[in-house]
C-alpha cells in the first residue's frame, strides 16, 4: 500500500519550455503533498507544501510564480516549472501524505529527472 | 536554521556484517523521526518511523533507536546486504511542519 506515481520519469527540453510533472497517490487519499528538490549527492530540500483544494505553501527562496503548483484532488498535485533554464535542471520529487503531514509517514515518488538545454 | 546532520557521510560494511547509521537532529520539538533509503535515480523508500515517546523500535532486520537527551537517532540494519547498499536519510518532524531531512549517509556492502 501507500504507492506514489510520479510522471514523468525524465524530461529534456529547451530553455524556455514550460514542464509539467504529475505526483498521483495511488491507493490512498493524500490530504497532502509535498514536493522536492534534490542536486547530485545532496539531501532533499522542500519547496513547497499543498493542501488539497488550498494554495501551496512554498519555502523561503522558493518562487511561487517559476514553481506553480495544483493540487486539485485528494489523489493529484501537479508541479510546473514555468520558463525553464538550465539553473532548473534537477531531480524533482514528490510525497504525499494522508495524515495531514504531521506524525505520518510521507511516501515518495520515484522523481523527476529535469534536464534543460 | 536547525537542521538534521549526520555524522558520517559514508560507510562501508562487509556482507553479513551489522551496520550503524547515526543522525543528530536538533530542533527538540520534533517528536516524529523517520528513517529512508534511497536508491540512485529513486525517491526514498520509507523503512521505519518512532515517535518520541518511544526510544526503540524494531523492524524486519532494522532498529532505529531515539535518544531524546542528546538528540540522536540511529538506524541499525542486522546481516547487511548488497541490496542495502543506498544513501540513508534521516527525518525529523517538528509538530505542524514538514520533514526536515539530513544530509544523508552512503552505506557501501562489500561482497
Known amino acids: 500500500g501507500a504507492v506514489v506515481s510520479q510522471h514523468p520519469s525524465r524530461v529534456i527540453c529547451k530553455s524556455g519550455t514550460s514542464v509539467k510533472i504529475e505526483c498521483r497517490s495511488l491507493d490512498f487519499q493524500a490530504t497532502t503533498m509535498f514536493w522536492y528538490r534534490q542536486f547530485p549527492k545532496q539531501s532533499l530540500m522542500l519547496m513547497a507544501t499543498?493542501?488539497?483544494?488550498?494554495?501551496?505553501?512554498?519555502e523561503q527562496g522558493v518562487e511561487k510564480d517559476k514553481f506553480l503548483i495544483n493540487h486539485a484532488s485528494l489523489t493529484l498535485s501537479t508541479l510546473t516549472v514555468t520558463s525553464a533554464h538550465p539553473e532548473d535542471s534537477s531531480f524533482y520529487i514528490c510525497?504525499?501524505?494522508?495524515?495531514?503531514?504531521?506524525?505520518?509517514?510521507?511516501?515518495f515518488g520515484d522523481g523527476t529527472r529535469l534536464s534543460i538545454l | 536554521g536547525e537542521s538534521v546532520g549526520l555524522h558520517l557521510p559514508t560507510l562501508s560494511v562487509q556482507e553479513g556484517d551489522n551496520s550503524i547509521i547515526n543522525c543528530a537532529y536538533s530542533n527538540s520539538a520534533s517528536d516524529y523521526f523517520i528513517w529512508y533509503k534511497q536508491e540512485s535515480g529513486k525517491g526514498p523508500q520509507f523503512i521505519i518511523d518512532i515517535r518520541s515517546n518511544m526510544d526503540k523500535r524494531q523492524g524486519q532486520r532494522v532498529t532505529v533507536l531515539l535518544n531524546k537527551t542528546v538528540k540522536h537517532l540511529s538506524l541499525q540494519i542486522a546481516a547487511t546486504q548488497p541490496g542495502d547498499s543506498a544513501v540513508y536519510f534521516c527525518a525529523e518532524n517538528p509538530p505542524g511542519r514538514a520533514l526536515t531531512f539530513g544530509s544523508g549517509t552512503r552505506l557501501q556492502v562489500q561482497p
Open positions: 510525497s504525499a501524505s494522508s495524515g495531514g503531514g504531521s506524525n505520518q509517514p510521507q511516501h
Open positions: 499543498s493542501n488539497e483544494g488550498s494554495k501551496a505553501t512554498y
